[in-house]
Structure formats: structure tokens, C-alpha cells
């Protein structure tokens, strides 16, 4: 123990009882101003100032004396052994100095790496989707998560669940991709393994699903409001947080900044009350996300002041607030000590905190050291799984034989475009995106794989949006004197440190795009280099996806690497070289064009009709596009070819039962290779109505040259149904079933099963 002035005795201190019992305990013995404390907290810790972690004090004291229940790690710039003493020793303060001994539980965010610098730094979480590999992702979480343990962390604002829908959404790179079965499985993952216990019982890290519910912004603007009712919400944007909170027991939720409905998430006790807690029977905390709570006075204008918010708010539901430091709403709770209502409501949003900081071991696990984190961060094991991850997570969308390169014919490569040389892993990984201590850009992997001298890097035009198009010639002159040509293309660099770059900043939160071509000037730059009929492979790099138009699709082949980890660039040398097959896959489908979309594999039927006439051939008339784009859910090429057999399974099913699949995949090309089975169904008549189609399972299987895999995919009639006004309903009747390795047409095979 860290301190001497608890009680004697006090049951909150035995270990042996239940977190449940310990937060009842510890609950009757707080004063009134020790539990509106414990709502809020400081998040950001330590600020980065010229180059170096630093902590005001002062600052800190003038939040801590009134938001007291958790504490963040501050600016990602910062690194962990400069962060670890300053917690440890804020840490140690509170427990010692309190009249209870309440520690503070550590909260951060942690999508693909810690939030501050020194730990090992994966691809995006749609970029690790694009894997398709749970058992691979498992791994990745686990790193992730022994790590943050080492740094001190309890809780992490992670995973999100919500669906990538609108490829103008800047958070779709946080996102797992557009489809809710997929969402799920890998949000279970994240959950199920972030929250595993250690040797005491204790859960190592506490996980946050969210944002409730998201994923639909009104033009894809990130707090813009939502439309919808009940069935459109359980049906396509609840589905995942559903899978989850049955199977994975998260312990807490954050809502979402949308008003869904015209009314705020942060104060919608329907959506919060009703439907979260009494209908899906989540047990956990329920949090805002960061000023969400002050938006609503400030931004949705339904709130009369911070007083009347904070008690809307409390009133809904939310059981935590995080605000910028300073700022908290709930602070001003402190007047209705006499109002009964708003003290029970306390009473319960305390008890919740309290239950994850036992839960979590924070009233009995020993500070971390500095010694014990260095002996974990950036483990030889965490670096090789993270080579695995970023090998699995690029997919090729285009290739005319030009891949894979083969070094005996390749003399010199030109690498152009300013995304070549950096690392481009999002808002929320803890990376410079220009410096090389976080890891390799393209460029320098090309480097190291091929000689310096051998490698002609133009820059050309600017990442972010700019009118100077003078290094467009000396891209060219690259690109001529290579004979060969690198082109990487993107959107988006920098994390929230980056202020200097934020007002022009072209994907990550807040950051919408209603074109979905290259920003700036990086489609002429790519338009002079195929000019030269020079042979060129394009690489993407981003959390979104773009509309590749015709010019685009000149290139020789197409990769897309999205946001990046620190091997991201020697994974797509290895790639280029064959040294790796690519085997990621599209977990999110690529508009034809600026404004076709809605474009998500699963749209209705009745989507998917133009009007009258010969319009019923397009749902757009100018230009002349369906909803069935090309490039779509599930797609991705490899260097072998795979069959996939005609399916066995049974024509009829009972009533209850499970619809077995049995279909052999075989390699039948010249190399190794992966290659994903996709199941997927719909009910021939439902209720309401229903998708196209829907995954409802997937196996990513490895099959050497000439072998072949028998695959069975199982799945209980059970979770064939889907939500009637909130009620989970399950049809008898005929089924379509399709598998394969896409959601494309061509890469199907169709069968029907009848359940009765």
C-alpha cells in the first residue's frame, strides 16, 4: 500500500470481495465533495514544449481540486519514461494525501499504439481490418495492451465500434470498416483481450466501446446530427456494439457528439436509459466524449447553461465526464447537495467509476517502474507481430503484371509524392510523421532494400492543400531517368500535437472531405508521371478511400496501404518485391465517384432503383453508376490464384439449427498465399426490409503452392435474424447463401437452404 491514513480496516481495502461490494463500501464513507470529484479529472497531464515533456504543476492543482476521478498521459509527443515518473509520482501524492486514499485511474486513448511516443507503433485500426486476421489482431491487441499496463494505464477509450458509411467521414480510418459483422468480430477481440486478467484477477486494461451511436453524420461532418429510427439504429449502426457488449463485457461506453433524432447523445435518456441499458442490458460506465456535454449549450443550443446541462446530462445517463482540463460541467453538480435526486443520480456515476478503478487493480497493484516498461515497450516479439500485421494489411486493387518487381530488372526507382516520405499513421498514433525514430518511410525502405543512389525521391507537390506545382517537373525527370515510377498519394499526417498543421489538415477527426480525389495538387502530379508512359504504381496512403477516375486507372497497379505503422513502408517493399503476397482485403468500398455513395456493399434492395424508364439501369443518370462498384467490401488481389469450390451444405435446415458450409479452397498458383472465405446470406422475405446481402462469417486460411483447405463455416439460424422495434426477430423460410473470397458477383457462389 502507498499510503497510512486509511481507516482501520475498511472493507474497501480486501481484495478477497467483489468490485461491486469494495465501490458500496468505499461510497458511504466519501463526503459530498470526494464524489463530485471523482466524475471528472485532468487529462492532459504533461504538455510538449520545445521538444520536452513538461508538467505545471499549478495548472494540474487548479483542475485536481475539483475533477479527481481519472487522469491521461498529456501530449503524444512526449515519451513514456519522461511520463512514467510524473504519473507515478501524482499517483502516489493522491493515494498518500487524501483522506481516503482514492487513487486516480489512468485513461488514454489506444487505437493502434500507447498514446504517448517510445512504444511500438501499429497500422491504423482500418488499415489492421484490412487483415482480416483476428487471430493476428488478437496478438497485436495484446501487445498493445501489455504495454499500456507497463506505462501504468487502467483504461483506454477504445475500440470503436461505429460503421465506416460515408467515405466523407474523417474518423473512418479509427473506424474497422462498413460492415457490422466484421465491426464485431474484431471489436470482441479487442475487448475480450484488452480486458483479460492477470495472475490476481484483476483486469489488466479497461476498454470504452464507442461512440453511441455514430457513423452517419449529417454530409459526413463529424458532430453533425443523425437521422434514423429504431430499426435503422439496431439494424446498422448498434449491431456491433450489441455482438459486443453480449460476448465481451466491456466495461464502460462513450456516447457519441450526434444529436440522433434532435436530441444530443449526451442527454438522450431514450437512446442512453431505454435503449442501451434496458433493452441491451449494458452494465458498465457511461461516458462523454471530450466538451460533448458542453456542445449542447453551445452548439445545439438545448441547454439553458452549464448547470442545466450537466443535469440533463446526469439525468440521461452519463455516469463520467471528459472535457478539456478545466472545463468540466459536472464540476457545477456540486450546488445540489440537496437535491435528492441528483445525489442518487452521483451516488450511482460514483459507485460505476469506483467499480473499474477495483475492477482494475489501481486500489492494489504497485506503481509500474521505468525498468519493468522498458523491458516490454518495443519487445522483439511486439516488433515482429507488429511486420506480420502491416504485411497483412495492404491491399492491391489493381495489377497488370507489372507485380511483383524482380530485382535483377529493376536498376533504379523513382519514389515521388511527399507521403513516400513519411510515416502517415493518424490522429490518434503517437507519431511524427516526418522523423525516423518512429520507423521507415517508403522511401527508406527503398533505400535500405536497394542502395540510396539507386533510389530518385521527388517530392512534388505538398501533402496538405497548396498552389505550388514547381516540383512537378523534377518528378517527371525522376520518373523518366528510373524508367519506373512510385507514386504515393494520400491525405491526413500528423497527430493532435501537430497544431501548426491542423487548420489544413485533409482527413482525421473533425477533418470531413466532400471531394474524395487526392487533396491539393496531387492528381495533376500523378496525371504528368503517367504522361510520360512510364511504368507507374500508385500507392495510397489514408484513412479514407478515393475515387480512382480514369486517369487514375492508368497505373500499372494499385495499391492502397492506409494508415500506417512503423513497418508499413519495408512491408510494402517486401510486397512490391514479392517477398510477401499481399492478402488484405477491402473492409470498406471505394466510390466510383464524387457524390455516389451511400456505396456500402450492403444497401437495401429498394436502393438500388434510378426511377422510370431506362433510369432504372443506374441509380445515378450523370455520370451512369449503380451502387455496385468495382472496387468493393472484401476485394483484394494476391500474386497466386485461389478456387474456391462450390459449396457443400443442406437444402433444409430446422427450425433452430445451424446452416453448416463446407467449401475447398485451393492454391493453384505458383506461389504462397492467403486467401479470406466470405459467407454471406439474406432471407428471401423479411419483415422489414433487408440488405442485399450480409457477411456473417470469414476464415483467412494459408495455403502453400498446389494445396488446398476444406473450410467449414458454421452458423446457428439464431443469428440470421435482426431487430423489429427493438426486438430481436428470427424468419423460417428460404434462405440465399453466397461464399467466396469478395462481395463482388463474379467471385460468389450462390446456394439457397430452406429453414423450417
Known sequence: MFLSTYPLNPAYLDSSLSPKERAADLLQRMTWEEKVGQLGGVRRTLVHTNGQATFNKTAFDAVHKTQNGQIGLGAQYNYAKDVLPVVNGLRAEQINSTRLGIPYVVITDSINSMWVSGGTLFPGAVSMASSWNLDLYEQVVAAIRDENHALGVNWVLSPELDIAYDPRNGRNGEMFGEDTYLVSQFGTKYVKTMQAKDENGFVKIATTIKHWVYGRGNGGVNRASMSGGINHIMNDLAAPYIKVIKEADPLSLMVSYASVDRVPMSINGYMVRDILRGNLGFKGLIMSDASSIQYTTTESMVSKSREDAARKALRAGLEHELSPDGTGLYTTLINEVNNTEIANLIDESVSALLKIKFATGVFDNPLPSVENMESILRSKKHLEINRNISRESIVLLENDGILPLHRSNVSKIAVVGAYADMINAGMYAACNATDPSYGDSLRRSLENKLGAENVLYAHGVDALPSNDSSGIDAAVAAAREAGLAVVVLGSGYG????????????????????????????????????????????????GQTFVLNESTMRSNAIIHSWLSGEFTGDALVEILFGDVNPSGKLTVTMPQANGAFPVAYDYLPSDDRGGFGTATLYDWQWPQLTRYAPLRFGFGLSYTRFNISSPVAPSIVPYGGNVSVTARVTNSGRVAGKEVVQLYYRPEYSVIEFPVMKLVRFIKVDLAPGDFKDVTLAVPHNELGYYIDGKWSVDSGNYTFWIGSSSRTEDLHQFNVTIS
Open 495 to 542: 497527430t493532435f500535437d501537430t497544431t501548426e498543421i491542423n487548420n489544413r489538415r485533409t482527413d482525421g477527426e473533425g477533418f470531413a472531405h466532400a471531394e474524395l480525389g487526392f487533396p491539393g495538387l496531387q492528381q495533376q502530379l500523378l496525371d504528368a508521371v503517367l504522361d510520360t508512359g512510364v511504368l507507374t504504381i500508385l500507392i495510397m496512403s489514408s
